[in-house]
């Protein structure tokens, strides 16, 4: 079992930025990628960025550039660094821990970008 906790969220003005943090109960990092997932109002949970067991980092078309995912093993934590934050932006983020066969998710946290 992995419990993770996210935080950081929050309103922010569009150009904005927001750090997000998810903490880890337990360090997977070395077993497999863990994730940041959005889901707007009425639509699909989507893949924002990710990170390998061989720190590869992928992101998806919408927010390269923009949004930057790293990792600090010491303290079993994630983080997702959001730049130039636009309203498309708005929803509630999740991190995930992708262990194969099994797969955790946090309790999300809502950002929303609005002036």
């Known amino acids: 079992q992995v419990h993770l906790v996210e935080s950081g969220g929050g309103l922010v003005q569009p150009g904005g930025s927001l750090t997000l943090s998810c903490a880890a109960s337990?360090?997977?990092?070395?077993?497999?990628?863990m994730g940041w997932y959005r889901q707007a109002p009425g639509k699909q949970r989507e893949l924002v960025a990710a990170i390998t067991t061989g720190d590869s980092t992928n992101y998806s078309d919408s927010v390269k550039g923009r949004f930057t995912i790293s990792r600090d093993n010491a303290k079993n934590t994630v983080y997702l660094q959001m730049n130039s934050l636009q309203p498309e932006d708005t929803a509630v983020y999740y991190c995930?821990?992708?262990?194969?066969?099994?797969?955790?998710w946090g309790q999300g946290t809502q950002v929303t970008v609005s002036s």
């Open positions: 995930n821990s992708n262990l194969g066969a099994l797969q955790f």
């Open positions: 337990r360090n997977v990092f070395n077993i497999g990628a």
